[in-house]
């Protein structure tokens, strides 16, 4: 593949602290709007391309990833010592566009409720439909891709580590779709009246339990409060297996949900709370 | 004594520390800035001794004064420590201790050591473990993947939500201080945490290591090294969780993991999205009296939002029309922090800023409570398909389906769920048996009950306890959705159910059983009848309805005991009589559970004595006891049923072989102990018993013991078992014993625990426990001394003599003391004669209380005095009927003795009096004793008269020795019984068979009989015997002897 005239590949330089691919093996996408996109992707044909970006995505070599309306940018740990700048543009929607994107999202609080829950609606691309839009992008002119190294070849690796980021971070803030093509989860909330601003405060109000030991002297070798008898639902022992978010590893085809039914259920059938209590 | 206390630390595991009474109090060193050794924290080898673990040394923060920690409440020193004159303050002591990792840990939790007192220390993190492994078997934990310096670590982490959540922050809440002592290690949040995370992988590692393991089988040979995925999914069920994986392969299937990360972190909003289901339109009905699923906040439901809680009349039934009803299920905002607090949707999507007091963004947390919650519940998309939902319509199918599965979903994974008021006491469809005594003529000619009587019977559908009439299954049958509006109630009906139960009904055409066949019926669990729907009563007429209801002992003509029987029996006792050989005509076990003290011992006799009147030719019945009781029943025998051939097989001389044989069938109650009957058991099995009695029955409780084994060999034609407490600690003991009384009734022990012990103990479930008791209730007859029906055929005061016997060391001590003691005598004559009297009377008396207290070696307590052992055994049944005791002794010494270790056996406080003590000291101890959380156990050495001590508390007085004085021994029994006292008292005199106490006793029963002559002075008069006479009376019989 390499000229005659142009230098052998060089190792890239390590990076520390770079965004490490979380998917160290296999497909990319976990979820459906991620896989879409990379389906997406290799459909208006780049997906070959980001095989090469793959081992640098996972490498750590992207030092940062910014997302905003339009534009992804990207820093991306080349061989040299200065990283690469990569830029993968989109259509950011104007307002207009939006403007009947968010009648057609605020008519359901189904699509708002979904996003919250970390969730992309599964037919979200019908509200974009309606309006003669398109969520993902439809064809390889709707992108444009620009790294500043010397690879003429696009995209390059940096850009596909780029883009293999990207998908992961659509896993995990769906709201960074519709932040790339033009709303930010605030206005985007804002506007769809479902939010004022300001964010929730921290969900995890430890409350103070530990008394100072100085303070229990009298009872500093007793119980401090009852323990409360507990009657717990009664549901089957797999049943968290069904609710847990969708993983894509396997042994031998088999998901591993259905890999961890059997403990589930001997763990059910099982003798695991049978620790006697003698009294004295 | 030695008080064992423990905490959970993340790198060592249950640590695990004690203190020592018999240890100096005081550190030798004055350096109270630095950490001192503590002065009696227990040696690394006595924690060796007792829980053997990595040995090591903490720096514990413990209340102290400036020479010594204080003692923690459990310890208890003879005599106790002064009260502290300063004030006390944290300081650091070095404390040996004994580290277990969470696999050993997890036996000490459930299986203490006995003669070791446990702090609350190890009862609770006992709380944690039990809560760790009910985790587990609810399947609420996550695999997980650990990455360290060494490699990688497989591992199961809990998962908690919702109830969980709540529980743990109980659980943290409760914390004893003494549990985060060690400095830097006090974070109760933290701790916690980690001992739950060690304790929930060991139970679920315990759990899978049987089983086959977690990798689907592969084809070909196994590879070198494994994938990553695989070695993990390994080292899930392996003993250990390290596993060698390709460190690539490791970031991508931490990578992978990570989404289950955030699952079940135990972290709870300020709000969570609730969901109320009511019926529609019916709002302002009586229905929408919500009641909370979880166990979390009772009653928030109740005080919700302050609407729609008019209570008003039922309406009509509705019929057939209702069946499609619609319904509404709600949402509301709950606050986290006060679960009454609750807001419907409509409130938080309209909020002006009014709920901002507690929710700063109500609208964004409603939408993603909403989203997460259409996770576990993929049909609320529905009611989210609107720009400002506030519920859900529901169809009755929908509604249904809600109540049944989603619910308790949506529970488990932390949502709040309030149901209609009528689910919980729903009421379901089932089948019903009823047989009744057919009145043709064929039948009724053999009217004689009996096992094989055959009895009409027809299965019926029912709905709770109703019968449904042919019309009412008609309409069931044509509803179209599964709740239905029946008599005015709402009644879930799975269609498919109803058709099989139809079905069922016309393949199960009326037909007759036998009583056999319907007792079993009767006893049987639902999932293992077969049955399409579950069997809700099974009822029948006559003498089988009275004995499935246990109205037996009602409906039987009391028993008068036999002519040849030497007592009368009271009401109840008849009552029992009869109800006893009831059973026996039918073959089944019987579980005589009454009271201690109401004479379980005479009602077995009497069903003895009748039996043999009878049937002289009635084989020999067994009877087995622990040692310490043998005695006793020899003695009753012989005073009440004195026409009995008593055959007691124990001791190194009992019979064996051929003699044996002859011996038995010369018998006609073979009295034997649990122990002799478990190492002879061959020989025994050999016998067919015409009855085998186990007496103390609880000495079966374990079902896996040896003896529990040796029992369940003995062939018999009828079994009985005896216990004041068929249920000392565990539901599992009530298997043990009826499995050995009619085997097969409650199912296997597996089957026990997860159909009955587990949902009633641990989770306090209502129906199990209702059901245990219908299914036993055939089988045992309980009377309690406070049965209204009991406590007017009490006498107030019941006077037992509880016969006891030496123990191999005690014999030889005593015959020593008699030698060397007789010698003295028969040298001596006068004042000096009767002064060695009395001493040898004194020391004999000593021997028989416990041998060190004339050896004076402050030697441990053990198993050397057979009164100690009897009185454990007594007190054991007293504290588990929750009463209080008095026991009285003469000897100082001897109720030092008792004091830690009677409190670290039984793990509660004693209270001690004596004559020496200051009178504020008494009645700070007396007011103590008399409050409901005062310690149930008094030892008082003093002769008590005189001294106004009013101790109506206790119930139950024990003499340990005797006075032979009834004026001072009655006294000291009137502390208990005296005016004000409601209860009947029990008292025991402790008396040593076959020695001077047994002898003296019988001399002053003679006399009191003879002459009524009153001995009001004590013993001086046998100072007065001639040596001839002092001699029989010393001397030792041979059945003083316990093996």
Known sequence: ?280 | MLVMHGFWLAEAGLCLWAEDSELLVKSSSQAYRSARPHPFAAKQATLDGIHAGKPGEVTLLLPSLRSAPLDSPELIRTPPRPPAQSASALLPWIVPVSCLDPVAALAVLSERAPGIRYGASISYLADLAEFAGELVTRGRVLPALVRDSEGAVASWRPVLSGPDVVAVHALTRAMPPVCRAVPGQDDPVELVGAALAAMVDAIARGELGAGPGLLPPRRGRRPERLSAIEAWLEALSAPEGRFDADPAELDALAGELATWEGVGRGQTGPARATFRLTEAGETAASETGASETGASETGAGETGAGEEQSAQAQDEPAGPAATGSRWVLDFLLQSASDPSLLVPAAQAWSDDGSLSRWLANPRELLLTELGRASRVYPELADGLRQPRPCGLELDADGAYRFLAAVAPALDEAGFGVLLPSWWDRRRKLGLTASASTPVDGVVAKASKFGKDQLMDFRWQLAVGDDTLTDAEIAMLAQAKAPLVRLRGQWVAVDPEQLRRGLEFLTRQPSARKSATEILALAAAHPDDLGTPLPVTTVAADGWLGELLDGGVPQFLQPLPASTQFRATLRPYQQRGLSWLSFLATLGLGACLADDMGLGKTVQLLALETALRAENPAAGPTLLLCPMSLVGNWEREAAKFAPELRVYAHHGPQRLRGPALADQLNDADLVLSTYATATRDIDELAETHWHRVVLDEAQAIKNSLSQAARAVKRLGAGHRVALTGTPVENRLAELWSIMDFLNPGLLGSSQQFRTRYAIPVERHGQTEPARRLRAVTRPYVLRRLKTDPAIIDDLPEKIEIKQYCQLTGEQASLYQAVVDDMMERIENTDGIERRGNVLAAMAKLKQVCDHPALLLHDRSAIGSRSGKVIRLEEILEEILAEGDKVLCFTQFTEFAEMLLPHLSARFGTNAGYLHGGMPRARRDELVTSFQSDEGPPIFLLSLKAGGTGLNLTAANHVIHLDRWWNPAVENQATDRAFRIGQKRNVQVRKFVCTGTLEEKIDEMIEEKKALADLVISDGESWLTDLSTQDLRKVFELSKDAVSE
């Open chain 1, 1 to 280: 593949m390499s000229s005659g005239w142009y230098p052998p590949p060089a190792r890239p330089r390590a990076v520390e602290g770079g965004l490490k691919a979380r998917t160290a093996r296999g497909a990319i996408g976990q979820t459906w709007w991620s896989e879409r996109f990379v389906s997406v992707l290799e459909h208006i044909g780049l997906g070959n391309r980001l095989e090469r970006g793959r081992n640098y995505a996972r490498r750590g070599q992207v030092i940062s990833l910014d997302v905003a309306a339009g534009l992804v940018s990207a820093l991306v740990q080349g061989s040299r010592s200065r990283p690469y700048r990569v830029r993968i543009g989109i259509r950011a929607f104007g307002k207009a566009e939006w403007a009947k994107l968010e009648a057609g999202l605020a008519g359901s609080a189904w699509y708002a409720a979904k996003l919250l829950a970390g969730e992309m609606p599964d037919d979200i691309e019908d509200v974009f439909a309606v309006a003669g839009l398109s969520l993902f992008p439809a064809a390889a002119e709707e992108l444009s891709m620009d790294c500043s190294c010397p690879d003429y070849q696009v995209p390059c690796k940096h850009i596909a580590a780029a883009f293999y980021l990207l998908a992961e971070g659509f896993d995990d803030d769906p709201f960074t779709i519709l932040a790339w093509r033009g709303r930010d989860r605030e206005d985007l909330l804002a506007h769809l009246q479902a939010a004022s601003p300001g964010h929730q405060p921290a969900a995890d109000q430890r409350e103070q339990v530990g008394q100072p030991l100085a303070a229990c002297l009298e009872s500093y070798f007793s119980l401090q409060a009852g323990i409360p008898v507990t009657s717990p639902p009664v549901t089957a022992s797999d049943a968290l297996l069904g609710q847990l978010p969708a993983v894509s590893l396997a042994v031998r085809g088999r998901l591993l949900p259905d890999l961890l039914r059997p403990a589930y259920q001997a763990f059910g059938a099982g003798t695991a709370s049978s620790s006697a209590q003698p009294a004295g």
